[in-house]
């Protein structure tokens, strides 16, 4: 759908480019919400399309530039709220580097923001520049590029609707649970001991429902745990323990191959330990190996 959206306004821009220009946030809205909402788009998120309609013969007039200006900074604001609110939730399901990683998502927030640059150069250029046909067409066919690189991309990124779906009904799992009284502490520190003794946070695959189930619980109940053990969600106690691993694997090491080290230490993407690593140690992995020698 985003793609041919996208071949489809590379066609307008030719003809109608101040009528064009109306429709890009809205997609970027459905783009969005497509990945992030539970139940995927709706048949409501399309009357977030009825307003630029509606506009459309207006834009001769001043009515047409407001409109737009609060088009972009409402849509622009919810994105970049829903996709923060979305990446958190997510770290509650699955370490940052697994498949469902939310960097994809967040790919559609940088076009957002690429956009609203071509959209300022615009507006700094004379009015004799922009009323050139050629200086139209540039800017048209770059803006559908961009719409067309978000349905592109919206198309093969992983069905997170889904993951979204789960990631809600987790938060709704929790928000019912009740505090584990204080008997239930030492099961839940018995939980986690399990987690270190077999190693489960290895495994690149790992995320909160497969670990709950080699440990014979509930996801809620886990991950409860370790916000009670350790102060964490599940990606941060896993990104812990997978660094700890790391270190522990130079110490014992030192001439170690730092990407060898990362894989047998459960990442599958060196990009990620690189962050995760840089965000726990507040250093390089580099600078941190330097100061062991």
Known sequence: MF?????LMAVLTMFYMEGFVLFIFP???LAVRQNTAPEGITKWDWLSLVPSFLFVPYTDTVFFTIFLC???????????ISVRRYNRRLAELYDTSSDASSDDISQVLIFMIITIVVFLIWLLLPDGATSVLPVQIVFAVFLSILQFMVGYHTYY????????AELAEIAEETIEAEPSASGERVEDDALIRKVLADELYLDPTASLVSIAEKLGTNRTYLSNSIHACRGQNFSEFINMLRVNYFMDLVRKDPGVNVKEAAIRSGYSNLQSFYRNFSDIMKMTPKVWISKQL
């Open 70 to 80: 609060i088009q972009i900074a409402v849509i622009t604001v919810w994105s970049i």
């Open 157 to 164: 990124m992983k069905d997170t609707s889904s993951i979204a």
């Open 3 to 7: 793609i041919v959206a996208g071949m």
């Open 27 to 29: 997609m970027y809205h």
